[in-house]
């Protein structure tokens, strides 16, 4: 039996542990082979500093994972496991693991949970294409769920009850019902109603809430889905809530199934999961948490009105408008993020794509994404934005007399299955044309990036659509699909 753990999140059980190891002057004679030492690896210094050299320990470190070098804590929970701990404490989760090689890490996870319940399941066609990897490792079978697609701000967004109730009840023998929500730009599925239709099904319910790590953390904000019924949950604690890149947390839920899935969860984050994991993003998910529990309030907030001022400025403009109405109106959608701001510009006289551009090379603005149509903001939980900077370089913007072409972002029709992912991943393949990929199988899952949405995956048939609006959103400005054999798709990787 582990012993009881305190919960009290003024502190940081994993990053404290870690600082106090490096006030020590060890003589390192482990890895990682800097040994903490700035002329060891002279070229870190500028991009990290010298702190996080010293910080920088390996796992089973004595003072962190061990009490002392004879043995680990029996029955004293660890500092990784107090900062877990809190964890789920804080986002109302019944265990929470921290996840070192991002949400794409906690997807490959995920998916091979469900590979433990069967080999069918229920899935949203919009799903990051990270879900479409484990499809194939995990050589699932995917019967999608199909949403809802905005075509004039090209985005995705998501799937309601009803769909999944179709699906499930066309599919019985699917083992897990697995959505991804907010979306992209941030509207927000019913998770309670998806919850309750996949438990009468007999099934979990596992989300992708990548873009949704910050919710429930403040009353302004949208409930996070592990209090919603949710079973298992990937959570994406960099992208809102303010940890270090590629740091994520898995979150198990208080759902029917999520007992019974525990144990197979476990075994599979251990699976994995690196055994050099980085003492800087696990601290730095500690470290997220106790700010996000202890600061939240005030932080939050201060970002909050500064996202309303945003969105004031945006309503007085005769210029742009907030598109925030479009996103809660669509279909399913039940709520939004507030920190994701899509700012529609057509009448702006300028593209999303070419605002994006001028934004970043004249005033120095980096914003999350653009689309013809619309340039996408996302501002983290914790970090209040100068609205007058943004705005002033907003409305600095050159506007053309006549109004550029804004064609609709029609993301292609689903191409049709003709065999398994896996099979076709891991079949003989070769190299064609775009054109002779005409009509042949995909062995590749490709995704116009950002949003990372699968607009094709291995074992479906690519048709002329899907290849002209791969091969447009490689030509694009900041185009980019992952997965694709070379950058302008001048050739397809097909099954031979």
Same mark, same amino acid.
Request: glycine share 8%; aromatic share 6%; proline share 6%.
């Given at each position: 039996?582990t012993a009881? #753990?305190a919960?009290?999140?003024?502190? /940081?059980p994993?990053?404290?542990?870690?600082?106090? %190891?490096?006030?020590?002057?060890?003589?390192?004679?482990?890895?990682? *082979?800097?040994?903490?030492?700035? &002329?060891?690896?002279?070229?870190? &210094?500028?991009?990290?500093?010298?702190?996080?050299l010293?910080?920088d320990?390996?796992?089973?470190? /004595?003072?962190?994972?061990?009490?002392?070098?004879?043995?680990r804590?029996?029955?004293?929970?660890?500092?990784?496991?107090?900062?877990?701990?809190?964890?789920?404490?804080?986002?109302?989760?019944?265990? /929470?693991?921290?996840?070192?090689?991002?949400?794409?890490?906690?997807n490959?996870?995920?998916?091979?949970?469900?590979?433990?319940? $069967?080999?069918?399941?229920a899935?949203?066609?919009?799903?990051?294409?990270s879900?479409m990897?484990?499809?194939?490792? @995990?050589?699932?079978?995917p019967?999608?769920?199909?949403?809802? #697609?905005?075509?004039?701000?090209?985005?995705?967004? *998501?799937? /309601?009850?009803?769909?999944?109730?179709?699906?499930l009840?066309?599919?019985?023998?699917s083992?897990?019902v697995? +959505?991804?929500?907010?979306?992209?730009?941030g509207?927000?599925?019913?998770?309670?109603?998806? @919850? &309750?239709?996949?438990?009468?099904?007999?099934?979990? !319910?596992?989300?992708?809430?990548?873009?949704?790590s910050?919710?429930?953390?403040?009353? &302004?904000?949208?409930v996070?889905?592990v209090?919603? $019924?949710a079973?298992?949950?990937?959570?994406?604690?960099?992208?809102?809530a *303010?940890?270090?890149?590629?740091s994520?947390?898995?979150?198990?839920g208080?759902?029917?199934?999520?007992?019974?899935?525990?144990?197979?969860?476990?075994?599979?984050?251990?699976?994995?999961?690196?055994?050099s994991?980085?003492?800087?993003?696990?601290?730095?998910l500690?470290?997220?948490?106790?700010?996000?529990?202890?600061?939240?309030? =005030?932080?939050? *907030?201060a970002? %909050?009105?500064?996202?309303?001022? +945003?969105?004031?400025?945006?309503?007085?403009? =005769?210029?742009f408008?907030?598109?925030?109405?479009?996103?809660?109106?669509? =279909?399913?959608?039940?709520?939004?993020?507030?920190?994701?701001?899509?700012?529609?510009?057509?009448?702006?006289?300028?593209?999303?794509?070419?605002?994006?551009?001028?934004?970043?090379?004249?005033h120095?603005?980096?914003?999350?994404?653009?689309?013809?149509?619309?340039?996408?903001?996302?501002?983290?939980?914790?970090?209040?934005?100068?609205?007058?900077?943004?705005?002033?370089?907003?409305?600095?913007?050159?506007?053309?007399?006549?109004e550029p072409?804004?064609?609709?972002? !029609? +993301?292609? @029709?689903?191409?049709?299955?003709?065999?398994?992912?896996t099979?076709?991943?891991?079949?003989?393949?070769? !190299?064609?044309?775009?054109?002779a990929?005409?009509?042949?199988?995909?062995?590749?899952?490709?995704? @116009?990036?950002?949003?990372?949405?699968?607009?094709?995956?291995?074992?479906?048939?690519?048709?002329e659509?899907?290849?002209?609006f791969?091969?447009?959103?490689?030509?694009?400005?900041?185009?980019?699909?992952?997965?694709?054999?070379?950058?302008a798709?001048?050739?397809?990787?097909?099954?031979?």
């Open positions: 039996m009881p #753990i919960l009290d999140h003024n502190t /940081t994993y990053a404290d542990a870690i600082r106090s %190891l490096a006030e020590t002057d060890w003589q390192r004679l482990h890895v990682p *082979g800097h040994q903490a030492k700035v &002329e060891n690896a002279p070229g870190l &210094e500028p991009v990290v500093g010298a702190t996080a010293k910080l320990f390996p796992m089973l470190m /004595t003072g962190v994972d061990q009490v002392t070098w004879r043995s804590a029996a029955g004293n929970p660890t500092p990784l496991m107090q900062a877990q701990a809190l964890a789920a404490d804080a986002w109302g989760a019944r265990r /929470t693991w921290f996840i070192t090689n991002g949400a794409s890490g906690g490959h996870i995920a998916t091979m949970v469900v590979k433990g319940l $069967g080999s069918e399941f899935v949203q066609r919009s799903v990051h294409s879900v990897d484990g499809v194939v490792h @995990a050589g699932l079978t019967h999608f769920i199909h949403g809802v #697609i905005d075509t004039g701000l090209g985005s995705a967004h *998501g799937v /309601t009850a009803a769909q999944v109730e179709s699906v009840e066309e599919h019985p023998e083992s897990a697995y +959505i991804v929500t907010p979306s992209y730009f509207a927000v599925a019913d998770v309670t109603a998806i @919850a &309750e239709v996949a438990h009468r099904h007999g099934v979990p !319910l596992i989300v992708d809430e990548a873009w949704g910050h919710f429930g953390m403040h009353p &302004e904000l949208p996070n889905a209090r919603l $019924g079973d298992l949950v990937i959570s994406s604690t960099h992208k809102g *303010g940890s270090l890149t590629q994520a947390m898995l979150q198990l208080h759902g029917p199934f999520a007992k019974q899935i525990e144990s197979l969860v476990d075994r599979v984050v251990r699976s994995y999961q690196s055994t994991c980085s003492s800087l993003l696990l601290s730095s500690d470290e997220a948490r106790r700010h996000l529990v202890v600061n939240g309030t =005030e932080a939050i *907030g970002a %909050l009105e500064s996202v309303r001022e +945003i969105r004031l400025g945006l309503r007085q403009s =005769e210029r408008r907030d598109a925030t109405p479009d996103i809660i109106g669509s =279909e399913g959608t039940i709520d939004y993020d507030p920190f994701k701001v899509a700012i529609d510009m057509r009448g702006a006289g300028i593209s999303g794509n070419d605002a994006q551009y001028l934004l970043i090379r004249d120095q603005v980096y914003s999350e994404l653009s689309t013809p149509s619309a340039l996408l903001l996302l501002v983290g939980a914790t970090s209040p934005v100068d609205v007058d900077r943004f705005l002033a370089s907003l409305h600095a913007l050159p506007q053309s007399e006549t072409q804004r064609p609709e972002v !029609l +993301i292609p @029709a689903v191409c049709e299955r003709a065999m398994q992912p099979e076709a991943f891991f079949g003989k393949v070769e !190299l064609v044309s775009f054109s990929a005409v009509g042949r199988i995909s062995a590749d899952s490709l995704a @116009a990036y950002p949003p990372g949405v699968p607009n094709v995956i291995p074992g479906e048939v690519l048709s659509e899907v290849i002209s791969l091969r447009t959103t490689a030509a694009a400005p900041s185009g980019y699909v992952r997965g694709a054999s070379d950058p798709l001048e050739q397809f990787r097909v099954v031979a």
